[in-house]
């Protein structure tokens, strides 16, 4: 998030996402895995919270990290604007899953 | 999951299930077990979480493991596509049971 | 389950039910008890999953076993069909108790 | 529960339960308390569950026991024949109080 | 409750109470605290469970014992008659609070 | 509470309040801070119950004390009538913040 | 809070919250990040309880402190005036995050 003049950290579990942009190639380009995973709803992890708090007042360590790409749910989350970008807040235990090569 | 492009990491308790697709055999071919299973809901295990995590944060062990034949509940599940496939993500807790021969 | 040509392990708490078929005898034949019971909701346990979990993640031993007798609700309950017969899938705690002699 | 034919015996905190059959003496008859106790829910405990299990799965030993004459309440419990008679399942928590002389 | 031909012992964290009858005194009677009491709704403890369960299956002493004067909440308590008088069981936590002189 | 005929002893973590009458001075007096907090609800602690009890039986010392100035919810609380004045109970989790000067 | 003549402390999780007044400069001014975020709710942190309680009455010390810059979900939180002041009272959980810069 350096790139951002103001800088949001989540609290607790939350993690916030910048979506993909759906990517398409008509011209001899190749429609790239990207965008096919573009169809279900994905997105970039671009700030992690410290972590949720178990009913005994510790904090677990988050499961996703900055940078992740992520399958997020169709439904839920929280849209905020700032620096001119929408991004999204999730509960990291809303997140479906990570995306690897 | 190594036929797919982009491999889906689930996360905690989910898991990532590729239906059955229902086999007909009509011209001398028998019936097999898998087809009348088809008629209730089942599928195969690509993809398992690291599993849930308790109230005190430690992560349990999960009880399906990748190549699982299961069977899942009529409802519930999300759908998701990716590499032109359908596939579903379940909490391990929905999945209803496990196949053996 | 030897007779089934496929075998359904259930997962956590889950018992599969093979419910007892009404059983009538009109000529000279005996009205058995099997044939009261009939009118509650009784079955056959046929398998039993590994036990629930808690919420710390250890597993219970369950508390019926293959071939117990039991009390079902008259709601509730999971059906599935495989090998050209109808199962029940209960949680441990839906049963209501189990038959003896 | 020796005079039936059959037994039930209850899972985990569920009680079975024979409910009192309202008595009416009017010829010189005293109206007995168990009759006046007739107008609330009451009944006698004619089996037991091993008790309930916590969070932890321990088993928690029943707070009632075979023979104890309980108020019910005044809806709920699970009616289930067998016997030719009529019984009630409760959750052991459901059960008001124990009559004592 | 030893002027009752029967006693009821609660189950668990319930109380038994009989509530106050507003008493009226017109003619040159003064009209006591307990009567202002009356119009909030009070009544006397006749019969302690001996206390709730913890989820770990542990018995929990009640904070109410047999003679406590108690404020209880307008809605909610179970209505019982025996020995031709109107008895009121409360969960001990629905009990709003103590009279003292 | 001294001024009593007769005390309420709270149980559990319930507060019992009575609320700031709204002061209002026309006439060269000044506007008091307390009127401008009167808009808000809020109150004076006349009793503290000895407070919540946790999951596993235990007392936990409450947060408020007789005297304090309480902001209250807008909504809840139950209203009572002794001693010719109202007060209202509140589970001290209700209580918004204390006052201090 | 110096500013005010009277102060407010939170009780528990609670946080109180003065929100940022939407700035707008049109002539030759800049339109500052603030103004940006303050399309998101966004507030500064006044006053902050002691910490919310774990079910086992131990506090937990809270992840925000005065002078904090957060954002605020769209709906939720208690308004309250004081001192010709609106506030808000949020809990600490549905805080969204902090902005640094």
């Known amino acids: 998030m350096a790139q951002l003049g103001k ?3 989540p609290l607790f579990d939350r ?8 990517e398409v190639k ?3 380009g190749i429609m790239i895995p ?7 709803n994905s997105g970039t992890v671009v700030a992690v919270g ?5 009913d005994d007042g510790k904090t677990v360590a988050p499961a996703v990290k900055e ?8 439904y839920g989350g ?3 604007e700032f ?10 235990n809303e997140i479906l899953g990570k995306w690897s090569e």
């Open 7 to 9: 800088r949001l950290l």
């Open 15 to 22: 993690v916030l996402i910048e979506r993909f942009v759906p």
């Open 26 to 28: 008509t011209k001899g």
């Open 34 to 40: 990207e965008a096919a995973a573009g169809k279900v």
């Open 50 to 54: 410290p972590g949720g708090r178990t």
């Open 67 to 74: 940078g992740d790409k992520v399958l997020l749910p169709e």
């Open 78 to 80: 929280h849209k905020i």
């Open 83 to 92: 620096n001119s970008k929408e991004y999204y807040l999730f509960r990291e």
